[in-house]
């Protein structure tokens, strides 16, 4: 997350939504900046839902702020979440011994030992009945309403930033991918009629309400 009082806005940050890039780009505008501890303001990827809450144990007017988040088509994000994954994993063995590590690290760890490749992770952790991790739950309330004021799209990126600090008064950023899984385009890596099933089953939510479908 990204928070200013003096420029009046608040980024919501989704995991493996440019999110990274998009944190660094407003660093020079921010008053609070975001850190790893969780139930805290400054979580990296807090909720809206959870934002508010500590905006009205501070008194400060949600209304008044301008928010808004990133988000990414699914079929993409999920191919670039197992690609951090894998990264992540070999960065850990070399500098963290075995045993060692916060839970994210075991979690890496045992997805890299749990699936050598994307087909197998999509098998194991693309299951059609969870409901975590969906970026609709970044920007609804409980009651399904849209808590932000703006959505941008990772495939519009440059073009939805430089309308987010228009809004903002700001001086137009330059954009530099901070954090980049790389790998292929998602669709040459979906090869079978059942990836591509599931991931939409999954995130069924996302796509509807983001307006995604697949290859576009």
Known sequence: MRLS??????????HKT??????????????IKSCAPRKTICYHHI???????FFDEENWNWNNYFKFTTVRNPWDRKLSTFSYLKRRAVEFKTKIPKGDGNW???????IDSECANFKEYLKKYCEPDKKRNRQID???????NTMLDYIAKVENLEHDMNFVFDKLGLQ???LVHANKS??????DVYDEQWMIDAVAERYKDDINHFNYEFGN
Not at 104 to 110: A, E, I, L, T
Not at 182 to 187: A, E, I, L
């Open 18 to 31: 440019a999110s990274s890039t998009v944190r660094e780009m407003l660093d020079p505008y921010s008053d």
């Open 104 to 110: 994210f690290v075991q979690k890496v760890r045992r």
């Open 172 to 174: 137009k950023p330059k």
């Open 47 to 53: 909720p809206a839902k959870k934002m508010k809450e």
């Open 182 to 187: 790389n790998h292929v385009p998602y669709v």
């Open 5 to 14: 009082h003096q420029h009046k806005f608040v980024y919501i940050s989704i």
């Open 138 to 144: 970044w920007v609804l309330d409980r009651q399904g």
